[in-house]
Every structure is written in structure tokens, then in C-alpha cells.
């Protein structure tokens, strides 16, 4: 399960979880053949979970705090930790589950949040967090050195990739602004969501997630308690999803046909019906005798959170 952010609804959260990936294991794409990482943000480790048994593999100690934002290469042999108080990413292999090393990013006096990579493998773009000032790095994955810094629009912790590797889109935490870095010409820009908050931290965009086709995408409003659908190609609100509450992590099942939403107020993960863009349902994570949930997402197959 890559992007791991339900059907037969087992719900699996690892301590304080800062962020989760699933992906197959060498040798095919089944539940039963994949590992689950996440990103213990006050622990400062990374987890490696056993889907299959619900237990903790082993847990690896990051180079710097409050490891953050995870991303795997496409191939699934490397996974790649945003740390945020940390001036790096950290590199992980997964085969030998361990550190391989890290790739110095910017400066410790901006956090380093999240990291993406590219759908084809080639670079990927890290989060970096200064009040007035953020910026996108740009990664080339096969030098593992930074070729470029975007400055930003917006004061973001979270990014995602377009499907077509041709546009990373981040969050504003303190607006309903959502900013799109060019890839070609490594240039930004913004567009807004329908946004009732008059602005203040962490009242923006949540989360940025795209369809699996990438002709829409989903981001959180935090402030209005619902999630705009947004037309990838014109930057168009489709329609709104009232949640109700501060919508959080999202995933889209492998079909396209369903979507979660982490719901941490109610403590709660909600289902969308990705045809008429409504909450269907809503799944309550206590009765599994956890409390606020921060991240989910789909299993390989679609049939898990």
C-alpha cells in the first residue's frame, strides 16, 4: 500500500503516528506481501509494521526529531523521511531496514515537514517551513542532491505530487489557499478554495490528495469542516464535501471509487462515495480502543485501512 493515509474496516495505528506508507514487498502486491512504515513523530523512529500480524517488525531510530512526512520510491526500495527538526531527509532502505544516510536540506532554522517523490522515481520535493518564507525543495533522487528551492505562496506542511509528476500542490495552514509548483520551470503559483475562516494557524487547507486518474483532487478545509473537489486542470472548485468537523489525512481506495478522510475531532474515519463526491459513512476508531486518529490509508487491495 503506498501513500497508506475501509471495507472490512481493520483500522491499524501505530503510537503517534506523523505519517504512514504501505508498500508490497519484493515479489508482488498482496496484503500478504507488503510492509507498513510509519513516522513516529514523538518517539523520533520510524516503525516497519507486519500487516498480515498487526505487530511492530521493528522500530529505527531517525538521525534527527520528530520524523514527519514519509515517501517511498516508486520501485518501493527506498523509503525517504522528512524530519523536522532536522536540516535533512533521511534515507531509508527497505530491504536492509536501515539508515543509509541523509540529504541536506536547507536550514535548521526552517522545518523540514514533508517530502514527496515523483511518480517516475526521478526527484522528489520536501516541505520546508519558514513563517513568511517557505519553500519546495527540489531533490534529484539520483545524486541525492538539492537542484532547486521554490519559494512558495503560502506557509504549508504537507505536499502531494499531480499523478503526472508534472505539479506539486501544498497546503496553506492559516488560508484557504492551496500553492502548485511547476515542475518544468520550477515557478509557483496559487489558487483559492471556498474558504469562510478569515485566517489564523492551522484554520486553512489540511490535506491535498488526487484521484488516481489526477482529473480531480480533494483538499481539506479545516476551518469549514468540509473537503473542496477541486478540477485538476482548470483549478475549478467542482463542489464541496461537508465533513462536519476539521477534515484530516486522505486516501483514495486503488479503484477511485471511495476516499477516507481522517475525522480526528470525533475520532473517526469517514467514506466517501467518489461518484457523488457525499460522505457515506463514518467508522468510530474507539470502539478499537484508540483515541484520535492521525493518519490512514487503503490497503494494497482496497479491502483495509
Known amino acids: 500500500m ?22 508490497p514487498s519484493i515479489g508482488g502486491a498482496s496484503t500478504e506481501n507488503c510492509y507498513v512504515f510509519t513516522s513516529n513523530y514523538n518517539s523520533d523512529t520510524i516503525s516497519i509494521i507486519d500487516p498480515i500480524t498487526y505487530t511492530v517488525d521493528i522500530n529505527i531510530a531517525t538521525a534527527a526529531g520528530q520524523p514527519s512526512g514519509l515517501s517511498l520510491s516508486p520501485d518501493g526500495e527506498t523509503l525517504y523521511v522528512a524530519e523536522r527538526d532536522g536540516d535533512h531527509v533521511e534515507i531509508f532502505d ?13 536550514t535548521a532554522s526552517s522545518a523540514t ?51 503526472d509528476g508534472t505539479e506539486i500542490w501544498v497546503n496553506s495552514v492559516d488560508s484557504g489557499t492551496v500553492g502548485v509548483v511547476d515542475i518544468a520551470t ?15 494557524p492551522y484554520t486553512g487547507t489540511t490535506g491535498i490528495r488526487f484521484s488516481p486518474a489526477g482529473d480531480f483532487a480533494y483538499v481539506g478545509n479545516a476551518a469549514d469542516g468540509r473537503i473542496s473537489v ?24 486503488p479503484d477511485g471509487t471511495k476516499a477516507l478522510v481522517v475525522i480526528g475531532p ?40
Do not use: C
Request: hydrophobic content about 40%.
Open 266 to 305: 470525533t475520532k473517526s474515519i469517514g467514506f466517501i462515495d467518489t461518484n457523488t463526491h457525499t460522505l457515506s459513512t463514518t467508522f468510530d476508531v474507539t470502539t478499537l480502543g484508540y483515541d484520535f486518529p492521525n493518519d490512514a490509508v487503503f490497503s494494497l487491495d482496497g479491502s483495509q485501512v
Open 113 to 163: 515537514n514533508d517530502v514527496v517523490t515523483s511518480p517516475n522515481g526521478g526527484i522528489a520535493g520536501v516541505v520546508k517551513t519558514d513563517w513568511g518564507a517557505s519553500t519546495i525543495e527540489i531533490i534529484d533522487l539520483t545524486t541525492n542532491a538539492v537542484t532547486g528551492s521554490v519559494p512558495i505562496p503560502v506557509d504549508a506542511t504537507n505536499a502531494a505530487f499531480t499523478p
Open 230 to 253: 477541486v478540477d485538476t486542470s482548470t483549478f475549478a472548485e467542482i463542489t464541496t464535501i461537508t465533513i462536519g468537523h476539521e477534515p484530516g489525512a486522505m486516501d483514495f481506495s
Open 94 to 106: 527497505v530491504a536492509t531496514k536501515t539508515s543509509t544516510g541523509t540529504i541536506p536540506i536547507g
Open 186 to 200: 520550477l515557478t509557483a503559483s496559487s489558487f483559492n478554495i471556498t474558504h469562510s475562516n478569515p485566517g489564523g
Open 2 to 23: 503506498r501513500n497508506i493515509k475501509g471495507r472490512s474496516l481493520i483500522v491499524t495505528f501505530a503510537l503517534i503516528v506523523g505519517g504512514i506508507a504501505v508498500i
